[in-house]
């Protein structure tokens, strides 16, 4: 069990590129979520996939934000033309579902800096 | 919708000191519920958990029960040390989402 893995670490944009974050989620896990944590505030759910299907994605901040789980295994975060705000930590997490215990397992984050 | 509210930070205390962190929820249904604590440098882990209504999750020497009654999931230490320095989450699953519900976190400090 090697944990949530989450690349880069750190990201640094200027305004109006595109960035995409990868996730590799503990090997067994099905299911995989997607969060954003802003200075001083708890992480914010953002979207998660049961292995390759989306379940929900209502809760992405606009339609600037996209994420992909093509295979079931890992997973991708996009943000097209980004702004100042989207400055932040972006965190996955993945569970098991079925599995003893009902747990996310959070990866170290990518943090995000647009300039 | 669901929303978690725990006291605001930072909390300072002496080492050896009594802890308490409150933690109340808003939830439909019956939620599972968490503490996650954040280490300077390091990701979200979790500290301790409870399913279902007076269960009580300990890990660490951390515990909380989890109140149906007050909606709470107040985290309790007898006796705090300064590696327990860190900021804590508390958190709430289902009631309706299977996204986890945070609150905005409590940074506590314990000074030597």
């Known amino acids: 069990d090697t944990g949530v893995s989450q690349d880069p670490r750190h990201k640094i944009t200027k305004r109006g590129q595109n960035v995409t974050f990868r996730c590799d989620p503990i090997s067994e896990h099905n299911r995989l979520y997607w969060y954003r944590q802003t200075l001083g505030q708890g992480p914010e759910f953002l979207t998660y996939f049961q292995n390759e299907a989306q379940l929900e994605k209502s809760r992405l901040l606009s339609d600037r934000f996209s994420a992909e789980r093509p295979k079931g295994s890992f997973s991708t975060l996009e943000i097209q033309r980004t702004e100042q705000g989207d400055s932040a930590m972006y965190l996955c997490?993945?569970?098991?579902?079925?599995?003893?215990?009902?747990?996310?397992?959070f990866g170290p984050g990518t943090r995000l800096t647009v300039l | 919708g669901n929303s978690v509210t725990q006291m605001e930070g930072p909390v300072t205390l002496s080492e050896e000191a009594f802890l308490t962190i409150n933690c109340t929820y808003t939830?439909?249904?019956?939620?599972?519920l968490f503490w996650y604590v954040q280490y300077p440098g390091e990701g979200l882990q979790l500290l301790l958990k409870?399913?279902?209504?007076?269960d009580k999750g300990s890990n660490k020497g951390f515990e909380a029960t989890y109140r149906k009654e007050t909606t709470s999931f107040h985290l309790e230490k007898g006796s705090v040390q300064v590696s327990d320095s860190a900021v804590y989450f508390c958190?709430?699953?289902?009631?309706?989402?299977?996204?986890?519900?945070f609150g905005k976190g409590t940074h506590l400090i314990i000074q030597p």
């Open positions: 997490a993945s569970k098991n579902v079925g599995g003893p215990g009902d747990t996310q397992y």
């Open positions: 939830a439909t249904g019956y939620p599972s």
């Open positions: 409870a399913t279902k209504a007076d």
């Open positions: 958190a709430l699953s289902g009631g309706g989402a299977d996204g986890l519900t």
